[in-house]
Structures are given as C-alpha cells and as structure tokens.
C-alpha cells in the first residue's frame, strides 16, 4: 500500500515551506491530496494498472462523480453486472449489492472513494471473465491447451473513460452468434426448470412404433416438453412421435431410425439440470476462443461428436465422420486451434516415441521379428537391419532406435495426412481400419484424428488451388512416393469440445462427455462461484 510520510529533509526546513511524499511524489503541503485522493491512491496501491490510470489521469472519477457521464457508467455497468449470471459468471466475485450498498450509504470522501476503485475492481474482474472465461483452460484439464488472451486493463478503463458505457460492455460480449444462441439456451432451460422440468421420465428399456401404454405416454410426455411434438393426445407410438424421436436422436447424435431403443431413452431421460451443465461449460469455452480468428474458412473438430467440418462463411461445405483418442488420459485428443499448411500424399508412419517404448518395445524383447511391417531406424532415418539390435539389453529409457512403417495400403496413417505441425503431435489422416466408423462411439485413436472420407476432404481443401483437385491427387497418390502437398493458403484448424452446441437451425444439439473435461470443467466453475438457478437464490 501506498504510505503517507514526511520526508527527512523536509522535517529540517521551516513549517511554510514543508514538504510531503505522496504516492512516490514530493508534494509541498499547501499541495497536500484531499481524502479522496488519498483514499483512492491507498485503495488502488495494490493494483498498478488501476493505480497508474487514477494517478495518470489527475484522480479524476470514472463512476462516482457528479457529472453525467459517470452517472451514465455507474448505471449501465451495474446494470451489466445485475445480469452476470444470465451469463453463467461467478456474480459473487461483482457483488452488486455491496457495491450499491457502498454508493448509498457513502457520506466522506473517502467512502466514496472506496466505492470508486472497487466499482473499477468489478469492472475488470467482470469484463476479463465475460470476454475471455472466468476460469483458466489450463488448470481445468491437461488435455486443455488452449491459449487465451486476457483484455488489457490499462485499455479497458481507456475505453469506459472514452466511449459509451453500454456500448463497451456490450463489446465485451463474444462476437460468436453461437454465444448468444447458448445463453438463450441456457434462459430457456433455467425456465423448464422453474417449470418442473420435462416430466416424468420414461421407463421402459425400449419402445418402438405400434407399441402403446403408459410409458408411449410418458415418451409422448416428454417429446412435447423437449419441443419435439406438438401436443398430442395419442397413446401409441405412432408416426408423429417416430418422427420426434428421429429429430432428437439427429440432435444428440444417435442413430436416427425412429425407435426410443435403451441408448436413446438414456439420453430422452437426462434432465434440464444436465443440459444446463453442459450449455454452461459450452458458454465458458466460447469464452476462451473469443480472441481466436475462426477464419471465413476452417476446420472445425469437435471431439465428442466425432465429426470433422470444412466451414466456410459459417456454413459447412463438407463434412465426414472422424475417429478420436481413446478415453485413456495419455490418449485423449487435446483442445487447441493451429493452422493446417500442407497434406503428405503415401505418408510413412514415423511410430511416437510413447508408442514404441510402451508398446512395441516389449514385444521385439520377446520376439525380435515382431511388428515386422516396422523398420528400425537410428537417429539419422537410416534403416538398421534387426538382427543388430539386442532388443532386450534396452530399457524404456535408453532406447536409441526409432521405428517407422513405409507407405503402403495398410499403412496406420492410410494414405494421407493433413498436417498443421504442432508441439502435441497432433494431425488428421486416413486409415484402413474403415470398420471403426460404423460405430456410435469413436474413441479409439492414440489422439489424433482418423477421418472416415480423407480423399475427399483432400479434394475440398485442394479445390481453392486446383483447377482439378481429384486428378491432382491421383497423380501423387499413384507414384506411391511420399509426398509433401503444400496448401497456397492456410487453413485454421479448431479442435474443440462442444457437447452442447447449436445446430445449423439453431436448435441445440448435445453429445456425451467421452472424456469426462466438461464435468472438471463445471466443478471449476463452480469453484469460481457459478451456481445453478436452484441454489442461486
């Protein structure tokens, strides 16, 4: 904290000519700060952002002054944080009722002063968690590694000090019109909950059309409360709840054949409570990409729905279904955006360091002809013939060779990759385990991402440079050589994970959490003092 002190040379010099330090200025005492001032300086000390713009700016008032322009800020910034939690924030951490009751029973300087640097506090504290997500990726989960940019305070008090209030709270908002469709996701499910929720739930282990009785009813029920059905006094399973059921299972990424089978009546069950979770976890990450470029095109992978999508001008020109790492820690596919700068056409497959000393390496100690598709290498890429290797006289740790598959068919890579290189080792790529994709759950990777089409998706990213993207791919792929195709102009590439998103109507759409990082990341949250409508009050 700043300290109030009379200087050793001044206490030598006469009375009428006295001098103080204050807020490491040397001040003479007809100069002396009002209590305002020095309250203000003393409040802020503690932060130098705050304290540089009160110091640099004459200790002119922002929010509690007389003009009309500080009116005009105190009233829409305590308007803006009365409705943080319409945001999913920790309104705790703004406490509108004690700064309003600090304004109102304000009677020194001082008080007042009080309030105007924690009216600043609230300020930032509000638009750092409304712009960029009140809690840090990183420490949520380790899969999280995704870069977020914090607002500068020395701009942010710039521009309340400059422009119009609403409209600089407004812009903190995130400019996704995904964020906006979210919170109103999260209105409406706040208000079915009010409501009593979606009914009771369905208790059957599966229902099909033609059967009727009380659990049709229920299912019937329930579709009409999720806002699948009109109102309806049927009580079989006829055609119109066949085709509900087919627009929530499209919506939650099952199979969409019209029957409420057990994995279907698993989700139809989950109540407004869950989905609020999940739409509350998807507001926050919306959050943490605010200052991230989509780009008018790019790849979006969102790992619980197991789908990759070319957008462009926020439209989806292509998609395909993509397999992700399995549900092992070390295997889960990280969050993060990268740009994607070229395919290799007949790639080799250069085994991770992980794979090998885990998985293969024991294997060539018990037989060294195992995994003989492999070929060993030493650090300069050459190959070593096997019979020179004693396997079994390396550890883990000390194992000096690398091994790699050759292009072929049956390559693990298939017979491209898309590559945007990054320290995680992460890239998409073709496969010939084509099998894996006909499944609803598609964890089985060691973390990057197989894509079910990956000529075409090759094809869709070659049509911007390519008078003939599919003859052009054929001519490298047909060498059998490996070979490097570099992409005229980057493509930013989002690995995400949305397991509650808006569709392309709108509507909300939800996925499981595969990984278990939305439930870490609502914990988190709740830390920071976000709470459910239900115990908000």
């Known amino acids: 904290m700043a300290r109030l002190t009379v200087s050793a040379a001044a206490r030598g010099l006469l009375l009428s000519a006295s001098f103080v330090v204050f807020a ?32 640099e700016n004459g200790y002119r008032t922002l929010w509690t002054g007389a003009a009309e322009q500080d009116s005009a800020r105190r009233a829409a910034l305590l308007q803006a944080l009365s409705r943080a939690g319409d945001h999913a924030l920790p309104t705790a951490r703004y406490d509108v009722a004690k700064l309003t009751a600090m304004l109102t029973t304000a009677q020194t300087e001082g008080d007042r002063a009080r309030a105007e640097v924690a009216l600043t506090r609230a300020y930032l504290s509000y638009a750092r968690d409304v712009s960029t997500g009140a809690t ?4 949520v989960d380790p899969g999280i590694v995704r870069e977020i940019g914090r607002p500068d305070p020395t701009l942010l008090l710039a521009q309340m000090q400059a422009r119009n209030p609403a409209e600089v709270l407004h812009g903190l908002l995130p400019s996704s019109p995904r964020y906006a469709q979210l919170v109103r996701a999260k209105l409406a499910l706040e208000a079915s909950m009010d409501q009593g929720g979606w ?26 409360a999720m806002g699948y059905l009109s109102r309806s006094a049927t009580q079989s399973y006829d055609a119109t709840i066949e085709n509900a059921v087919q627009r929530f299972q499209l919506d939650h990424g099952l199979v969409a054949d019209g029957a409420a089978g057990e994995g279907t009546l698993a989700e139809l069950n989950i109540g407004p409570d869950a989905r609020l979770k999940s739409v509350i976890v998807a507001i926050e990450r919306v959050r943490w990409m605010h200052d991230t470029p989509l780009g008018d095109r790019h790849i979006w992978v969102n790992i619980p729905d197991f789908t990759a999508k070319i957008i462009d001008q926020g439209k989806v020109t292509f998609e395909t279904r993509s397999v992700v790492g399995k549900d092992v820690t070390a295997q889960h596919t990280p969050e993060f955006s990268d740009m994607m700068a070229h395919m290799v056409i007949n790639p080799s497959w250069g085994v991770p360091r992980s794979i090998i000393v885990n998985e293969y390496l024991p294997l060539l100690q018990r037989n060294p002809n195992a995994v003989s598709h492999l070929q060993v290498i030493d650090n300069r890429g050459r190959v070593v013939p096997r019979g020179s290797v004693n396997f079994a006289g390396y550890s883990s740790r000390t194992f000096p060779f690398g091994l790699r598959q050759p292009p072929s068919n049956g390559n693990a890579l298939g017979l491209v990759k898309f590559m945007f290189p990054n320290v ?33 998706f090759a094809y869709a990213l070659l049509a911007l440079q390519s008078d003939d993207p599919q003859a ?15 992409l005229e102009q980057k493509v930013p590439v989002h690995l995400v994970y949305f397991t509650a998103y808006p569709g392309a109507k709108g509507q909300m759409t939800y996925r499981r959490d595969i990984y278990g990082r939305d439930a870490k990341l609502f914990q988190a949250l709740e830390a920071a003092g976000v709470v459910l409508p239900s115990v908000r009050g």
Request: net charge negative; proline share 5%; with cysteine.
């Open 24 to 55: 490491g200025q040397t001040l003479l005492a007809q100069e002396f700060p009002s209590p305002f001032i020095q309250t203000i300086a003393i409040e802020a000390a503690e932060d130098e952002a705050i304290a540089a713009f009160y110091r």
């Open 424 to 456: 995680h080792n992460i890239y998409l790529h073709d496969t010939p385990a084509k099998n894996l994709f006909s499944h609803d759950v598609r964890a089985y990777s060691h973390g990057c991402i197989r894509l079910a089409d990956p000529f075409d």
């Open 136 to 139: 840090n990726p990183k420490s």
């Open 199 to 224: 009914g009771t739930v369905v208790r059957a282990k599966s229902l099909a059309p033609g059967d009727t009785g009380d659990a049709v009813v229920a299912l019937r029920d329930r579709l009409i």
């Open 472 to 486: 052009e791919f054929a001519r490298h792929l047909k060498t059998g050589n490996e070979t490097t195709v570099r």
